[in-house]
């Protein structure tokens, strides 16, 4: 039986989006358009120009289009299939439900893009937000949308560890060009918790030269590194004692769950599905309290069966092949919808 075609419609190819590619090639022919990231209203409207044309003479190939992220790319595409009665799907990842009025963050926090998304979910046939506390959030914005939380894919296999013994090392990831993203990530606070712990090395991965004049005074013991090619995040979680996401905005940290994997031990902040992933395996904070997470950290630190324990958090909570059967059973079975 011949495959179903699929428009994979995406702004940046992360490995998440790399993954669901992944799993959509296995039972159907995807291909990839790519909304490119621009500033300005005025090259903004040039990509949806683009699109626009693209969904016009190639549209009628597709089947189905899924879309990873609402934002300024996700309705000319929901509108596409709508109009020609075709299925549409639409991966919530955190920033299209969310808004931080303070640091400009969210698709909410701007009135033209709040209009794209909020239209986005109006004509979707079906949302995949990848946290629960996101599915929460999308039924406020829209009660109507048809909406699954379904955790992105991890690799157990890939991201695994056999070393227990770990140096006094605390680690972070984030690919961070702007303040903005510092704040949302927390960032701040996980600089201020390297004053905390001098006898502690401390190490963000992921921040661009412009963005390092954010950080003002580095404490000698924070190594700020640029952004670090995907396969090379593997050795430096499985080198690290401590995974940190102290963020104030957030959806499924992937980059939390690929360190617990490897053996991190996690501490974290209560937003977004932070405290779920991280279960008893570590520190959920209710407040932003650096004294509380330094005291733990030292106490914890080199607790092997922890590290096993946030391991198994994730294999248990976060099963690979659940999202591929669920993508299979609705695409390849769009009555179900």
């Given amino acids: 039986m011949e495959k179903k075609s699929i428009l994979l419609v995406y702004v940046n190819f992360s490995s998440f989006v790399k993954a669901d590619f992944e799993i959509l ?53 929901v509108l596409y299939a709508k109009l020609f009665k075709k299925k549409s799907y639409v991966v919530i990842g955190g920033y299209d439900v969310s808004t931080l009025e303070e640091y400009g963050y969210g ?23 990848v946290a629960d506390a996101l599915r929460k959030k999308l039924l406020e914005i829209n009660p109507h949308v048809r909406a699954e939380t379904l955790a992105t894919v991890t ?12 140096a006094q090392r605390i680690i972070t990831v984030s690919g961070t060009a702007n ?7 927390g960032l701040d606070r996980f600089r201020e918790l390297a004053t905390y712990l001098p006898e502690f090395e401390f190490i963000i991965i992921g921040i661009t030269e412009g963005a390092k004049k954010y950080f003002e005074t ?61 279960g008893e395996s570590g520190l959920t904070l209710d407040n932003w309290n650096p004294e509380i997470v330094a005291e733990y950290i030292r106490q914890n630190h080199n607790k092997t069966h922890l590290r096993n324990l946030s391991r198994d958090q994730i ?8 999202r591929a059967d669920r993508f299979r059973s609705l695409i390849l079975k769009p009555v179900n919808l």
Avoid at 157 to 165: A, D, H
């Fill in 25 to 77: 090639s296995s039972f159907t022919n995807v291909t990839k358009y790519q909304f490119k990231p621009v500033k300005g209203i005025l090259h903004t409207g040039v990509e949806l120009l683009k699109e626009l044309l693209f969904l016009i003479f190639k549209g009628h190939k597709y089947e189905g289009i899924f879309i990873w992220f609402s934002d300024y790319h996700s309705l000319l595409p």
């Fill in 107 to 129: 698709a909410f926090s701007q009135p033209l893009r709040a209009f794209f998304t909020r239209n986005t979910f109006k004509y979707v046939d079906f949302c995949f937000p």
């Fill in 155 to 166: 690799d157990s296999v890939k991201f695994s560890f056999s070393e227990y013994q770990r």
């Fill in 179 to 185: 303040y903005q993203r510092l704040m949302v990530k």
């Fill in 218 to 278: 580095v404490p000698e013991n924070l190594i700020l590194v640029p952004p670090t090619e995907f396969e090379k995040l593997v050795p430096n979680y499985q080198q690290a004692s401590f995974y940190a996401q102290l963020s104030r905005s957030e959806g499924l940290p992937n980059a939390l769950c690929e360190a617990m994997l490897c053996g991190c031990i996690p501490v974290g902040t209560d937003v977004g599905d932070i405290r779920i992933t991280i």
């Fill in 315 to 322: 294999v248990k909570l976060y099963d690979n092949g659940k």
